[in-house]
């Protein structure tokens, strides 16, 4: 199973971050990508630019609409995301929970939908 | 065939569903790997044994006849309808593999199924409501109809509910697995939360069908011992069985004739049920000698202290607040905290446990919570202090939701009137 892990945290808190703090985060974001990847779980990975970077892109009746930022306001944003290959829900959990975000964010964890192949 | 035979194994039969249906279905969710084809086969089965147990005779091992014969209906029917359906037969080829590579059932790997059954069903992934419904309608065999009456619903909701619980299973692969070492403790905990829920909806709610009540009370009592029988050191589950006995050897008490609350103190003793008191309190008993004790254990030896003693009077309230001063150690809460100042009271007198009432009070969560006003009321009353004693019982059934607990605090009113 494949599971697409989304790392929602405030992104007001990471730019409020001293810089050893916001070091020793990184740190950690590299240790587990480096160890689950050599595990094979981790099948890829990026984090994103804060949202004020974000466009919405949307058509309705053939006509495009583009607006600034993400759709809504809330107090947690994307700020990256894991492809993990996982057993099951238990494991994708497990190796969720070892994402540093998860002790200040939240992970949302979402199989991928697989679209059967002739 | 003698009609008498064919009489006897259609009784064996209906026996032998009521005692193992949800034991064979459980066992062929893990076999055939999906909820829906394990009732269809299961059903299938049992279908079976009423054709041929009449003249082959009740076979030695009912349960796992069952199981094999409902592998091998699902397998049948994947190649029946793989004719009108291509991805059927991918399934029939599916479970045959299977049953090459696991063609024997023990009775060890069977009652796990059961364990798997009830970890599924209870996985935190799926919403607490989910969960219970889940449960009730899986592992307990109630129908959508039942589960809806029971929590004030409606049959397409909770069907629903089932429903999408079912496809999360299924999409998200939450694993049909007793939980490792590590995750026991957490997921146990779930368990027996969703049991208990199930217990004191039973148990506590005023309004709904009383039948059913009374089914979800016996139907989470008979969950407790299936998991002890499976589960028999872990002192939790001894706790919360002990617990749930305790509160209901006191259900034909708990209301007057007339439907009204009883209190503690007023209830007539003599009819509390003394078989479940003394299966209570060896249970909790053997939780203490586990040496791994939580709140239900504790509340259990709480409940145990009030089941053994003759009135309120003579119960031993020195120790009950003792297990109370553990029960705020390892799970503190506010409504344990008022539970202890009322034990205070009955031991050292109503000031000192007014004090306590108090200074929870004051440290606010219980502000919106009738029962916490209703014993200040008390406390004030019995020390005389009538008007201050009047404005909290007043307090109180402002907050009271449930009829006969507003009309027990109106009669407290009119007695101090």
Same mark, same amino acid.
Not at chain 1, 47 to 57: D, I, K, R, S
Not at chain 2, 208 to 213: E, I, K, L, N, S
Not at chain 2, 266 to 272: A, M, P, S, V
Not at chain 2, 347 to 356: I, N, P
């Given at each position: ?16 971050? %001293? ?19 050599? %595990?094979?779980?981790?099948?890829? %990975? ?18 495009? %609409? ?53 | ?13 209906? $026996? ?43 076979? *030695? ?39 090459? *590579? ?31 419904? $889940? ?14 009456? *029971? ?12 429903? !999408? ?10 694993? =049909? ?25 039973? =148990? ?24 002890? #029988? ?5 002192? #939790? ?15 034909? @008490?708990?209301? @007057? ?5 009883? /209190?503690?103190? #007023?209830?007539?003793? &003599? /009819? ?5 008191? *003394?299966?209570? @309190?060896?249970?909790? #008993? !053997?939780?203490? !000698? @586990? &040496? ?30 003792? /297990? =109370? ?54 406390? $004030? ?25 507003? !009309? ?10």
């Amino acid at each position: 199973m494949k599971y697409l892990c989304l790392i929602y945290e405030n992104e007001q808190a990471w730019a409020a971050m %001293s810089q050893p703090d916001a070091d020793t985060m990184l740190k950690e974001y590299h240790a587990f990508t480096d160890g689950y990847t050599k %595990s094979g779980h981790v099948l890829g %990975s990026n984090a994103l630019q804060p949202t004020h970077t974000a466009t919405t892109v949307r058509v309705r009746n053939g006509k495009m %609409s583009t607006t600034d930022g993400p759709f809504a306001e809330t107090r947690e944003q994307l700020g990256g995301y894991y492809l993990l290959e996982a057993k099951d829900l238990n494991e994708a959990i497990q190796i969720a929970a070892k994402i540093p975000g998860a002790r200040t964010g939240g992970i949302e964890v979402r199989p991928i939908m697989e679209f059967p192949r002739d | 065939m003698s009609e008498s035979s064919t009489d006897d194994a259609r009784a064996a039969v209906e $026996l032998i569903y009521r005692a193992e249906s949800r034991r064979v279905l459980a066992s062929l969710i893990r076999l055939l790997g999906d909820f829906d084809r394990a009732e269809e086969a299961m059903h299938d089965a049992f279908a079976a044994a009423l054709q041929q147990w009449p003249s082959s005779g009740v076979p *030695a091992n009912p349960r796992a006849w069952l199981v094999s014969a409902g592998r091998f209906k699902a397998i049948d029917s994947a190649r029946r309808t793989a004719r009108f359906d291509a991805s059927q037969s991918l399934i029939a080829d599916m479970l045959e593999q299977r049953h090459a *590579a696991q063609p024997e059932l023990d009775d060890e790997s069977l009652d796990d199924d059961w364990l798997r059954l009830i970890f599924t069903c209870c996985h935190p992934a799926l919403s607490p409501d989910a969960q219970i419904a $889940l449960t009730l309608r899986e592992v307990c065999d109630l129908t959508t109809e039942q589960v809806a009456r *029971a929590f004030l619903s409606t049959p397409p909701t909770i069907a629903q509910r089932i429903v !999408r619980a079912k496809a999360k299973i299924r999409d998200a692969a939450i694993p =049909y697995a007793i939980p490792t070492r590590a995750d026991m403790p957490d997921r146990l905990d779930a368990v027996l939360h969703v049991i208990y829920l199930v217990f004191t909806e039973g =148990y506590s709610a005023t309004s709904g069908d009383a039948v059913v009540r009374t089914e979800l009370t016996r139907e989470s009592i008979r969950l407790g011992r299936l998991l002890l #029988e499976l589960l028999p050191d872990e002192g #939790e589950v001894s706790g919360l069985l002990a617990l749930m006995l305790l509160h209901d050897s006191r259900r034909a @008490t708990r209301t @007057t004739r007339a439907g009204e609350i009883a /209190l503690l103190a #007023e209830q007539d003793r &003599g /009819l509390w049920d003394r078989g479940e008191i *003394a299966e209570g @309190t060896q249970l909790v #008993e !053997r939780s203490m !000698r @586990t &040496g791994r004790v939580g709140p239900y254990a504790v509340q259990a030896a709480i409940a145990a202290l009030h089941a053994e003693a003759v009135s309120a009077e003579t119960t031993d309230w020195a120790q009950i607040m003792g /297990l =109370y001063d553990v029960l705020l150690r390892i799970a503190p809460t506010p409504i344990v905290e008022l539970n202890r100042a009322v034990a205070v009271a009955m031991r050292d007198g109503a000031d000192a446990g007014l004090k306590l009432v108090d200074e929870a009070l004051a440290r606010g969560g219980l502000d919106s919570y009738h029962l916490a006003h209703a014993a200040r009321a008390d406390l $004030l009353a019995q020390l005389g202090r009538r008007a201050d004693a009047l404005a909290a019982y007043e307090q109180a059934r402002a907050l009271a939701r449930l009829e006969p607990e507003r !009309r027990f605090l109106e009669r407290r009113l009119m007695e101090l009137q």
